[in-house]
């Protein structure tokens, strides 16, 4: 199985609400990442977990709360979004090789979120 | 902050052209990938290359790698249709953790 999954597919929220994306593969990658892609620009890192152990963070607002409840899934939490929020969001996975030297990111099809 | 820049930023070509995307980079890196994204979908890897490779292949696929230049090229030969996405230059570094910054992406358009 070379696949990532991500639930759901589109999401409509307002700004009072509190919903969760979700990401899932068994390739048994120990890296996992969080993304955020706006329209016509480059995805951006936000998460990454390595070992189930939050590594980076990229001074994102704590409105988003990841979390990785095991080696296999990774979970955005979402509360009080601004409309600025919307966008695409992207998790991918890839092996964690020895010298840190980083490698291939298998990336789901992303969750599209709309704040109202 | 986006560390890698892509030129052009988009390329219209014919079927069976080729056609050259480049990527700059600002801080040393371990590696450097390419991907490609088709209509706001994931994003699929196409090549991997490491900072100690200068050029590597893959099917139609051609990536160089400067390190000296901070750049890196790729080359898609004989492009079909099909070809036609977003391409992205992705840097990783290793700060502590796994860092990957994606480039300004180059748009490809392929015309039957």
């Known amino acids: 199985d070379t696949e990532v999954t991500q639930t759901p597919k589109h999401l409509v929220m307002g700004m009072t609400n509190k919903k969760s994306l979700k990401c899932e593969q068994h390739?048994?990658?120990?890296?996992m990442y969080w993304y955020k892609q706006k329209a016509k620009k480059p995805p951006e890192l936000m998460f990454v977990y390595s070992y189930e152990k939050l590594s980076i963070n990229e001074s994102v607002p704590s409105r988003f709360s990841p979390e990785c409840p095991n080696s296999s899934l990774l979970n955005l939490h979402l509360h009080a979004l601004q409309p600025e929020d919307s966008a695409l969001y992207l998790c991918?996975?890839?092996?964690?090789?020895?010298?840190?030297?980083?490698?291939?990111?298998?990336f789901g099809p992303g969750t599209r979120l709309l704040v109202l | 902050s986006q560390q890698g820049e892509e030129d052009p930023q988009a390329l219209s070509i014919q079927e069976g052209e080729n056609a050259t995307m480049n990527c700059s980079y600002k801080?040393?890196?371990?590696?450097l990938q390419w991907y490609r994204q088709n209509s706001g979908r994931g994003l699929v890897h196409l090549i991997l290359?490491?900072?100690?490779?200068r050029e590597k292949h893959s099917g139609r696929l051609r990536v160089t790698l400067d390190t000296s230049k901070k750049s890196s090229s790729l080359l898609i030969t004989a492009s079909r249709a099909a070809d036609t996405a977003s391409y992205f230059c992705a840097t990783d570094s290793y700060t502590g953790g796994f860092k990957t910054i994606f480039g300004a992406g180059t748009r490809l358009f392929v015309k039957a």
């Open positions: 290359i490491r900072s100690n490779e």
């Open positions: 390739m048994g990658h120990r890296a």
């Open positions: 991918a996975s890839s092996p964690i090789e020895r010298g840190g030297r980083g490698e291939t990111q298998y």
């Open positions: 801080t040393s890196i371990n590696n």
